[in-house]
């Protein structure tokens, strides 16, 4: 029996939050939506997830520190990081934590989920 | 004598009483009317949503969507639903939505409020049909590029840079950077909304073909003094600048070459901005000779070539950031202390020989660059 | 009829005139403010706020927080200022010489290890002992130094950061996350700008997490709501009325932002002065002008900074004591700007304004209303006349107060809970009732102060920067 694989969706916008929840949905993935650092840090740690799509500029706790703290404790969930294009140096800087992908904004949500599955399938 | 007086006052106290009153009351029904149509429009916005997702999945076609938004007057709030989703996706879902506010007249709202809407309503609706991308309003933008006021050239050059059309790129700066107060920094992040697209004629500018910047506008008395952020006087090559810099952050490899033809000549300032461009996009040109701006007279040159050498990797100017590790700037110090660090073996035996060594500017950089670098290898 | 008699009816007419013309230039300043807060928000809705938030062409910022004897609250202040979102920005908290554990409380929380870094020398301070950065935290950098008060603080904090904008935020201030960049926003907008601030609003009993207001309250508390009031008028209408018509002249302490350049070639914060945000604002509009460099100075209502404003009584009292005394120092250390056509509408407009209506208002404001009362007893003036007067100021001044309350309902509507807006209208009434009045008493001593007092440049260091505990420590 295949359990369902739960994917942690870190955005803080709630309507692309919602739409990336609900193309995961329909891809067959249970989800769990965070709106802010804090909550995302909280979700990755003490959930049982199989990949997080995490946004870098989220309130309380950015991106970035939520990656360094859950790599600490988990070094090999697939995490995908979602931001804007501008930062490229938190993109880099997410590379260099172990963020296995990143995907600029304007984005493609198929593409995003075609990151995902390819992150999860090679972990 | 007094009485007059009297009634004078009276009649002040009486119309207070009422104008207190009269706010008093704007104030709670203002309340209770916000109230209402935020919840209105949570409502709606739960409704839409459902609805808008189904038909980003194909579960819905357009027509019956556009069922369900076209009752829907106040355009506004279509607006501010659409928003975000029209902000941050791309690809087939960017054109769904899009085609949605074209069949709910959204797209047609806001073109009839570019053409004929006073200030505010002309600048919000080239903020928004920027956001749709929409080709149809360009020439309605373009036009407020020669306004008086600084919100509609702002509106429109944003608006025309979200549209992708870039042979506007050169139109929209010279606005922005001749005929409003914005700094040039201020400028560039708009003209950055307009993407890669836009890079091979900023690369075609670069190389020479300054014609492709419209003349002195028409309207000399627009023209404000341009001055940059670090109150310096007018940089004649301001618009060099701009463009370097949005070549750098679009990560623009074929851009090198006219880079590299620009640095020979170029002033200190735009010095900086070519060689942070190359940090930027990663790469250096081939041939291109870092070792004499190692020994450039501005100290930010000497600091960028620096942070820049790790890109060449080349052995010969080592000698040259050896020499760096005295120089007066601390920051010029340390970006060398950083790249010989970088250099590997041979670069940890001289950085540890300096900390050791008598010249207390380069010991002080080299003992502080080791234990930061040391301390990072420990946890 | 005596002279003293028409010396009397002679004075009753002046503070007549006087009530008149303040409330008519507030009542103008309120129109201002109204559509200059309309043209506000029609530039918000037309940034593109997604995109400036992500901005990579931003200049970076350095965040100077002058900290004395702050053992108990300077972590949350150093983690609120790391809560906020900025692309590039340094963090300088200069701990001014504390005898108590304000270093090393920050040592341990931040692993801190001394930074090689060389400094400027641009404005002369005090001896700087060290300077140090965090490990975990690499843009937390802390400076420590010997004592020399708040200006010589932040002058040390200025000498050290390495930007081209430096933001002067108090100890005990909150900001929100994103009300940096868009008082950045200003500088990138225009470049005449020199410095702008935001609204300042009392965080008091507000629920505050991680650094961050996340639920406001209006506070419960008597002295608090009267100054929610007057900040709200304050800001809503002065100072958005002010920077509408390019005259304000002054800028909280709690949340200001510069151009560092510019506050280099000015001097620095002056240090013989307790008003040293408002001294600082002045002089650099000053040395603008003698560089022959356009200037502006501007206000944005939209940002805000949360501070915790005084709970009672007597640290209330000083605390208008002190700014008054400020005010003061202020517009006599720059004197040269009054009625001066060079300085445009702030020498001509503003500066006249402060110095007759804000500097001499509560002499003027106190003697006419004793005055009032000695005119009646000697027959000059009927108490029907003055009763009626008195009723027309009071109603003014709660209409005032009411229009403030207003643009806060059409702009921001902060405080949740409808019942809170009519509570405030009811402090509004209640303000008139005796808090003005008692208010100008405050400020009457002092202008007192100014006068008469001999400064010390004791009683200057000792004194905590955090405003609620300069209020508790100033002698009554």
């Given amino acids: 029996m295949t359990e369902k694989q739960v994917i942690l969706v870190a955005e803080d916008d709630p309507g692309l939050n919602r739409l990336i929840s609900f193309k995961l949905q329909k891809e067959g993935y249970q989800v769990i939506s965070v709106f802010d650092g804090k909550e995302a840090l909280n979700a990755a740690l003490n959930e049982k997830i199989s990949a997080i799509t995490l946004d870098i500029m989220m309130p309380f706790l950015d991106g970035i520190q939520v990656l360094k703290k859950v790599r600490a404790v988990k070094p090999d969930l697939p995490v995908v990081i979602l931001s804007v294009k501008s930062r490229e140096n938190d993109l880099h800087q997410a590379l260099e934590l172990g963020a296995n992908a990143y995907m600029t904004k304007p984005f493609q949500p198929e593409q995003l989920i075609e990151k995902l599955k390819q992150i999860m399938g090679s972990s | 004598m007094i009485d007059p007086y009297l009634k004078i006052l009276l009649y002040i106290i009486i119309a207070l009483l009422v104008i207190i009153t009269l706010l008093l009351l704007v104030i709670i029904t203002n309340r209770y009317l916000v109230s209402v149509n935020q919840d209105k429009f949570r409502a709606k916005k739960q409704k839409w949503e459902e609805l808008y997702l189904n038909y980003l999945q194909g579960d819905l076609n357009l027509k019956e969507i556009a069922e369900s938004f076209k009752d829907e007057k106040r355009y506004y709030w279509l607006w501010k639903f659409f928003a975000p989703y029209l902000d941050m996706l791309d690809g087939s879902d960017f054109d769904k939505t899009k085609a949605l506010c074209r069949e709910i007249s959204l797209i047609g709202h806001y073109r009839q409020k570019l053409e004929h809407g006073n200030l505010s309503e002309k600048a919000t609706a080239a903020r928004i049909l920027g956001a749709l991308r929409c080709k149809e309003s360009i020439t309605g933008m373009i036009s407020l590029l020669d306004s008086k006021h600084q919100l509609l050239i702002q509106a429109a050059s944003l608006g025309l840079a979200k549209s992708g059309e870039s042979k506007t790129f050169f139109p929209a700066a010279r606005a922005l950077l001749d005929n409003t107060y914005f700094t040039y920094e201020g400028a560039t992040e708009i003209l950055a909304a307009y993407g890669e697209n836009a890079a091979p004629l900023m690369v075609r500018f670069l190389e020479g073909e300054t014609e492709l910047l419209p003349g ?51 002033d200190p300032e735009t010095t900086v901005h070519i060689i942070k461009a190359f940090l930027s996009i990663g790469e250096v040109p081939a041939s291109f000779n870092l070792k004499s701006y190692l020994e450039h007279p501005y100290w930010v040159v000497r600091n960028f070539s620096a942070r820049v050498w790790r890109l060449t990797g080349d052995r010969e100017a080592i000698p040259l950031l050896i020499k760096l590790l005295d120089d007066p700037n601390w920051w010029v110090r340390f970006n060398a202390a950083e790249a010989l660090y970088e250099a590997g073996e041979n670069g940890l035996d001289i950085l540890s020989m300096k900390a050791e060594g008598p010249d207390v500017k380069s010991a002080a950089i080299s003992s502080y660059v080791l234990s930061r670098k040391g301390v990072e290898l420990q946890a | 009829m005596s002279t003293w008699a028409i010396i009397l009816i002679f004075y009753n007419i002046f503070v007549i005139f006087y009530f008149i013309s303040i409330n008519g230039f507030y009542l103008l300043l309120v129109l201002l403010s109204y559509f200059g807060l309309r043209k506000q928000r029609t530039v ?110 932040l002058n040390a904090g200025i000498n050290v950061s390495q930007f081209p904008l430096f933001c002067n935020i108090d100890s005990d201030s909150l900001i929100d996350a994103d009300s940096l960049l868009k008082t950045i926003d200003l500088f990138a907008r225009d470049w005449r700008t020199v410095a702008a601030g935001g609204t300042i609003r009392a965080a008091n009993q507000c629920r505050i997490e991680d650094g961050q207001v996340t639920e406001i309250n209006l506070s419960p508390k008597f002295w608090v709501r009267f100054q929610i009031v007057e900040y709200l008028r304050a800001f809503l209408f002065g100072r958005a009325g002010w920077s509408s018509i390019g005259g304000l002249m002054i800028l909280s302490g709690a949340f200001s932002i510069y151009r560092r350049k510019a506050v280099v070639q000015a001097g620095g914060y002056n240090l013989n002065t307790v008003g040293e945000d408002m001294e600082l604002v002045l002089r650099v509009q000053r040395v603008m002008k003698k560089i022959n460099r356009e200037y502006r100075v501007v206000f944005l209502a939209d940002p805000v900074c949360w501070t915790q404003v005084p709970e009672n009584y007597r640290s209330l009292k000083n605390q208008r004591r002190r700014w008054q005394r400020g005010l003061s120092e202020s517009l006599f250390g720059n004197f040269e700007m009054f009625l001066n056509p060079q300085y445009g509408t702030t020498g001509m407009i503003s500066f006249p304004f402060f110095l007759f209506y804000e500097f001499l208002g509560p002499v003027i404001e106190i003697t006419g209303y004793l005055v009032f009362i000695f005119s009646v007893f000697v027959g000059i003036l009927n108490p029907p006349f003055v009763i009626l007067f008195l009723t027309a100021a009071i109603l003014l001044g709660i209409l005032l107060s009411t229009s403030a309350l207003l643009m806060e309902e059409i702009y921001y509507r902060s405080y949740p809970r409808a019942r809170d807006i009519l509570v405030l209208f009811g402090y509004a009434i209640l303000e008139n009732l005796f808090y003005r009045q008692l208010h100008a008493w405050w400020r009457f001593r002092g202008l007192l102060d100014f006068f008469f007092t001999k400064r010390s440049w004791g009683t200057v260091e000792r004194k905590s920067f955090s405003e609620k505990k300069q209020a508790v420590e100033q002698d009554s």
């Fill in chain 3, 44 to 153: 918000e809705r037309v940034s593109d706020r997604y995109q400036t938030f992500h901005s990579a062409f931003y200049k970076p910022l350095t965040i100077i927080i002058p900290a004395y004897n702050e053992e108990a609250t300077i972590v949350d202040t150093a983690y609120s200022a790391l809560a906020l979102k900025y692309p590039e920005y340094e963090i300088l908290i200069v701990n001014d010489g504390s005898r108590d554990d304000t270093l090393p409380v920050l040592e341990k929380e931040f692993n801190l290890k001394k930074y090689a870094r060389d400094y400027n020398n641009d404005i002369p301070c005090e001896t700087i002992r060290g300077i140090y950065s965090s490990k975990d935290y690499p843009n937390l950098v802390i400076v420590d130094k010997e004592n020399g008060g708040k200006s010589d603080a």
């Fill in chain 2, 216 to 266: 002195e506008g028409k309207d000399q008395s627009l023209k404000k003094k341009k001055k940059s952020f670090d109150l310096k006087t007018v940089d004649p090559s301001t618009y060099n600048s701009v463009m370097i810099d949005l070549l750098g952050f679009f990560r623009y490899r074929e851009a090198l070459p006219a880079l590299h033809g620009l640095i020979s000549e170029a």
